[in-house]
Structures are given as structure tokens and as C-alpha cells.
């Protein structure tokens, strides 16, 4: 079981918080989006188990996870999804969501740390730079979900404030690996859609710790956009990229910018923002749906866990 299964939990949580949002703008039944929240902490259920078998039984495949740069970013998948879980199940149980939240928040710290200790040592190369390492590097962005509600605004900020200064750097160097280094393989290219995320979520949680405080952080929104029609056309051909676990990436991303285009509608009034808010909502729902769905079919078949 690959580390950025995860994923999962942080596509199927990141869709129910963006239709839970959505409700200030348009006509959601109010189930819609808890029914995501709910599948969010079973697979997280399930993968934390599955994964604790694995760390027993295969520890010398944990430790490939937590030593190689190139998989390395793809850990902090598990942190990141503890936490928007804990933002899904807030308003249902303070005590799981404290549990959920406290349990992501240091172990994300302590992978960015090692993160550190790694690009550091000269242990990266440009061949290991990849997606992931916005994941583990600015997974941060995430913590206001949670850590605002749960009172932990300072950790919650101060985490906010790290990865969103990290990430103009390490999207520049996944952009000149495109350019300059090797290209990835088809089954790791959903890993470019991860690409959406700063810009959208530092929009979202910039706008709500420094509302009203005159910061142009709308102008990300619009970026997102514009990368996001590029991705789109670049990944046009993906039906013919092999599935796995790396497909997960696809999700959490596109949830991302629809919660930006959420929050841009709400605050935009009129014109076509919201029609394209429920647009971009329609177009996650539809590639989370395929994903679960492939994802079941794999399992079942037995093809989930293959190496790719």
C-alpha cells in the first residue's frame, strides 16, 4: 500500500468542505456534502489501518517512504488528510476533530523538517522533484480548516505563513523540472494537478485570517484559473494513463479550486462567478466519483496496489 493512498481521504474531505461552503451561494441539499465527509473517515479508517499492518510487516518499504526525495512528499498525505477530516467532523465532535487535528499538525511539522534535513544533505536530485513536495512542504496552507474553529489560530497561522512562503519556490522548481529535467512517467502525471493547490488555498485561507486588510490575494484565484485550463488541456489525454494510487492527485486539487471559486462567488456577486463556482463543483464531484469508483473496481480486481 503506497503512502499516497491517502489521497484519498484528502479528495473525498476536500469535496464535502467545498460543498459544504457552497451552501452560502447555492441551493445544496444539505447531505450532499456530509456524505462525502462521511466516506473521507472511512477510507481514512481503513487506509490508518491497512497502514499500521504495513508499517509491522513491511517496514523496509515505510522507511523507502521516509528516505527517498521522491517519495518522501507523498507521506505528508497522511497528515494533511488527519487534518481536513478533523475540519469535516468540527462541527459534529470537538473532541475527535482536537484528536484528528492534533495527530496531523506535528507529524506534519516533523516531515517538513525532515524534508529540510534531506534537500539540505544534497539528497535531492532533479529527477525526486516532483508534486509531492508542495504536499509535505505546503500542506500547511490546510490548517486554518480545522485549527480555526478549534481555537489554534496561532499554530494554525504561523503553519499557514511557512508553506505559503515555501510554495512560489517549489512550484519554480517542479516548473524547471518540466523544463529542464526528466519527464515523468504517464502514471505519475495526475502529480501536476497538485500544482492547483497553493494558489487556490492561500486565496481561500489568506482571504479568511486577513479579511477586509486590503491583500490582493484575489489575484491567485485568477491565477488558479488560468492554470488550471492549462492543466486541463495537458491532461487531456489521460484515459490512456495507467490507474493507480497516483490518480488521487487529480482530486484534491480540483476540490481546492472549487472552494476558491466558491469563495470568489460569494464575494462577487452576479455576473457568471457563480455559475462557474457550481461548474468547477460539478466538474470535482464528477472526477472524485470516477476515481472512488476505479479505485474500488482496482481493489477488487486485485491491480490497486501494483507498483506503477
Excluded at 222 to 237: D, K, S
Aim: glycine share 10%; aromatic share 10%; net charge positive.
Amino acid at each position: 500500500m503506497p503512502v499516497g493512498l491517502f489521497g484519498a481521504v484528502m479528495g473525498l474531505a476536500g469535496l464535502g468542505l467545498a460543498w459544504r461552503a457552497a451552501a452560502a451561494i447555492l441551493p445544496v441539499p444539505a447531505l450532499f456534502a456530509e456524505l462525502w465527509i462521511c466516506l473521507a473517515l472511512l477510507a481514512l479508517a481503513a487506509l490508518m489501518s491497512c497502514y499500521a499492518v504495513k508499517s509491522v510487516r513491511h517496514f523496509s518499504a515505510v522507511r523507502e517512504e521516509l528516505t527517498n526525495p521522491a517519495l518522501l512528499g507523498f507521506c505528508a498525505t497522511l497528515p494533511v488528510g488527519l487534518t481536513l477530516a478533523a475540519a469535516g467532523v468540527e462541527p459534529y465532535s470537538k473532541v475527535l476533530a482536537e484528536l484528528l487535528w492534533w495527530m496531523g499538525a506535528p507529524l506534519l511539522l516533523s516531515l517538513q523538517a525532515w524534508a529540510l534535513v534531506l534537500l539540505l544533505s544534497g539528497r535531492f536530485r532533479l529527477a525526486h522533484v516532483n508534486g509531492g513536495l508542495l504536499i509535505v512542504f505546503v500542506g500547511g496552507i490546510v490548517m486554518p480548516f480545522a485549527g480555526l474553529p478549534l481555537g489554534h489560530a496561532g499554530l494554525s497561522t504561523a503553519m499557514f505563513c511557512a508553506s505559503a512562503t515555501a510554495a512560489p519556490f517549489v512550484m519554480g522548481a517542479i516548473l524547471y523540472r518540466m523544463i529542464a529535467g526528466p519527464a515523468l512517467p504517464e502514471a505519475l502525471r495526475p502529480s501536476w494537478f497538485i500544482l492547483l493547490v497553493p494558489p487556490s488555498l492561500i486565496y481561500v485561507n489568506g482571504d479568511t485570517l486577513w479579511t477586509g486588510q486590503g491583500m490582493p490575494l484575489e489575484l491567485l484565484h485568477h491565477l488558479a484559473l488560468l492554470m488550471a485550463a492549462a492543466l486541463l488541456y495537458a491532461a487531456r489525454g489521460c484515459r490512456r494513463w495507467p490507474f493507480g494510487a497516483p490518480w488521487w492527485a487529480f482530486t484534491f486539487p480540483l476540490d481546492a479550486l472549487a472552494g476558491a471559486a466558491v469563495r470568489y462567488a460569494g464575494k462577487h456577486a452576479g455576473g457568471p462567478w457563480t455559475v462557474l463556482a457550481g461548474m468547477l463543483l460539478l466538474l470535482a464531484t464528477a472526477v472524485v466519483t470516477v476515481v472512488l469508483a476505479r479505485t474500488l473496481f482496482a481493489l477488487a480486481r486485485g491491480t490497486l496496489l501494483k507498483p506503477v
